[in-house]
């Protein structure tokens, strides 16, 4: 939305002078500057593409240009492989095994034989070194094609075009020439609308399409390099983040103001999850699934802490271009392009924590997490004012646990909370010598039921050993139980904490929650 992103826009733009009609008089904006200086020799194809619309008779152009050209800088094509525990590559494709669960049982195979594997980084291609002029053209002029021709498009402003249309990638993908195949492809779709000026409508026909012929599939979660279009029209499967890409072109190349939000962490199961939204002219963001579910009938699976967009363009209060005393930033927080739009899915809240130790004075900077395939994981941050921290727009209903960031690892300090619908904190600690018997039946959310003899369902695994954790200062364990046909037993437990109960040998997957009751209540 137009007033979350702090765009390159036209008070930057506008910095343009001649003093003689040549290219050489082009008098680049500071970021533009920048961003030529960075490319090095690749800067002469790039300038290309400046001289191109500098002598053209349309300022948009140029000004397009000059806003991909000056937030180029970070996006790339990344591609990953897998590794044994000496580094050594391991050549596999996920095709080659019928289903996911073959999948899975060959890596557990290899792991047995050859160590803990993992994927890294493999090579890393930077657009700034490597884009064409005439990609680059190619795909500015096909842009404002759309942006000018489609009904639906021509409300849009220059500043939603820039953030929502003109972008040439959707992820860190191969770079390739996705808008003529997808302009050709749905030529004439307005003949076939209510409301030709409806890019809901637009986006519902493009989408049904897209279903027909892609899908998601679970083999892909292995394969972390994201693929480009050519990879997709061949497999016509993919993963979340395929998904998304394959929908922002088909519908990007039509003047569709289509972009991806995610969340980097579910707050109340495991793994994350990425979507689409088609933005409207008056700002509105309806989220909808590519390839899946259209606009308007779209719902996410799980909670969120927080949601975030994807841009194209450098977001200057993202905590990277802060100054901090740390130098170490989480990973992903790491991001120079994504913005908070967590307020445009859910009512928040900010969020003000105090710690009752001082703060080392070599950090700043806090962390807000949630509990996540077994890991409390750094979802926001905050700055750090003697001992209180502010985590702004925060999501309610949630359990979450304040942080440091210490030797590239996340160190719990404060103590985790469950954020009510009203602002309220309800600290989730041992507050005295109370304790309490309890008898859990699920290791994560279920329906609790009742059988006719009025013992509880259980949804453990006979015969299978049980360890209950709480959480004081990290998991501490209550022991261990093997499960049978009734609800598990525990004494002495510390009352008013927040539990965790994990199944011997699992893959940590198992939800925290708290007893209100007498019962297990999820987070």
């Known amino acids: 939305m137009p007033g979350h992103l702090s765009i390159f826009l036209l008070s930057a733009l506008v910095c343009i002078s001649f003093t003689d009609s040549s290219a050489d008089a082009l008098d680049y904006p500071p970021e533009v500057a920048e961003a030529l200086d960075a490319a090095g020799d690749h800067r002469i194809e790039l300038e290309k593409v ?3 619309y500098a002598s053209a008779d349309d300022s948009l152009k140029l000004q397009a240009a000059y806003f991909l050209v000056s937030n180029m800088e970070g996006h790339c094509y990344v591609t990953y492989m897998l590794c044994d525990s000496s580094e050594n590559k391991i050549e596999f494709n996920v095709l080659d095994y019928p289903d996911f669960d073959a999948l899975i049982a060959y890596l557990d195979s290899l792991e047995d034989e050859c160590g803990e594997l993992n994927f890294k980084k493999d090579k890393k291609i930077e657009d700034l070194n490597t884009i064409s002029a005439d990609f680059l053209i190619n795909q500015i002029d096909y842009a404002f094609r759309a942006w ?5 498009a021509e409300s849009l402003s220059f500043d939603q075009f820039c953030q929502y249309v003109l972008p040439y990638r959707g992820s860190n993908e191969p770079l390739e020439s996705w808008r ?3 302009w050709e492809k749905y030529q004439g779709i307005e003949d076939d609308m209510t409301d030709p000026s409806d890019p809901v409508e637009a986006a519902a026909i493009i989408n ?3 279903k027909s012929w ?12 994201d693929q480009g279009l050519a990879e997709m029209l061949e497999t016509r499967l993919g993963r979340c983040e395929d998904m998304t890409n394959l929908t922002i072109y088909a519908m990007r190349a039509n003047g569709l103001a289509v972009t991806s939000d995610y969340t980097p962490y579910w707050a109340n199961s495991g793994n994350n ?6 933005v409207t002219a008056d700002g509105k963001a309806i989220p909808f699934m590519g390839a899946e579910c259209n606009p308007g009938k779209y719902r996410l699976a799980s909670k969120f802490a927080k949601v975030y967009r994807k841009t194209f363009a450098k977001q200057k209060d993202n905590l990277i271009f802060q100054e901090r005393k740390q130098e170490g930033v989480p990973r992903w927080l790491a991001g120079k392009s994504y913005v908070d739009v967590t307020a445009d899915y859910s009512d928040v809240l900010d969020v003000e924590v105090t710690f009752n130790r001082e703060v080392p004075d070599t950090i700043d900077v806090a962390y807000i997490c949630v509990f996540n395939s077994g890991e409390w994981k750094p979802i926001h941050w905050g700055r750090i004012e003697g001992r209180t921290v502010v985590f702004t727009d925060m999501a309610p209903d949630i359990a979450y646990l304040p942080a440091l960031y210490v030797n590239e690892e996340i160190l719990p300090f404060g103590q985790a909370f469950i954020l009510g619908e ?16 309890t008898r859990l039946i699920s290791t994560t959310r279920r329906k609790q039921e009742i059988s006719t003899d009025g013992i509880a369902v259980t949804f453990l695994t006979a015969g299978k050993e049980y360890e209950l954790f709480y959480w004081l200062d990290g998991w501490q364990s209550l022991g261990k139980e093997v499960a049978g046909a009734e609800p598990l037993v525990f004494d002495n437990v510390p009352a008013g904490c927040l539990y965790w109960l994990v199944e011997e040998d699992s893959d940590n997957e198992e939800r925290i929650f708290t007893i209100e009751d007498g019962k297990q209540v999820w987070w």
């Open 50 to 52: 400046l001289e191109h």
């Open 148 to 152: 000018r021709e489609k009904p639906w």
């Open 180 to 182: 003529e195949t997808f």
């Open 208 to 210: 049904d399409d897209v």
């Open 214 to 225: 892609f899908s998601f599939d679970p083999r892909y979660y292995l394969h972390p390099t």
């Open 273 to 278: 999850h990425a979507w689409n939204a088609i």
């Open 422 to 437: 009203d602002g309220s904190k309800r600290i989730l600690s041992q507050s005295g010598e109370e304790t309490i018997s």
